[in-house]
């Protein structure tokens, strides 16, 4: 099993270089800045809220092995623009997509 959990993490790694839409700088609550994390950028995400209503949020794809579980005080540098933390839409183990405002 082991095997293939490092075949699994090599595989992400190479899909995050590949499609990812740069580099990103992880400031979380507390603790040292995490430098080039790799993202994927989402300016209109759709998400359901507990009522059933759509609506579309800006968001980013990020790796677990990279940020963690996200501090609700952290922020993110992309392209020279800081972006708060809003609130997690989906983590499947390896990676999580975030609201940010």
């Known amino acids: 099993m082991a095997f293939f959990d490092q075949y699994a993490n090599r595989l992400n790694e190479a899909v995050v270089k590949h499609l990812s839409d ?7 609550g507390t ?29 980013l794809l990020l790796p677990v092995a ?4 996200v501090d ?3 922020e993110f540098t992309v392209s020279g623009k ?5 609130g997690p839409v989906e ?5 999580v997509r975030i609201e940010v405002v």
């Open 22 to 28: 740069g580099l990103c700088t992880y400031h979380p």
């Open 31 to 59: 603790g040292p800045d995490v430098l080039d994390v790799p993202y994927q950028f989402d300016n209109e995400f759709e998400v359901i809220d507990e009522n059933g209503l759509g609506r579309r949020v800006k968001t």
């Open 66 to 69: 990279m940020v963690g579980d």
């Open 72 to 74: 609700r005080r952290a």
């Open 82 to 86: 800081r972006w708060r933390y809003n």
């Open 91 to 95: 983590d499947d183990g390896a990676f």
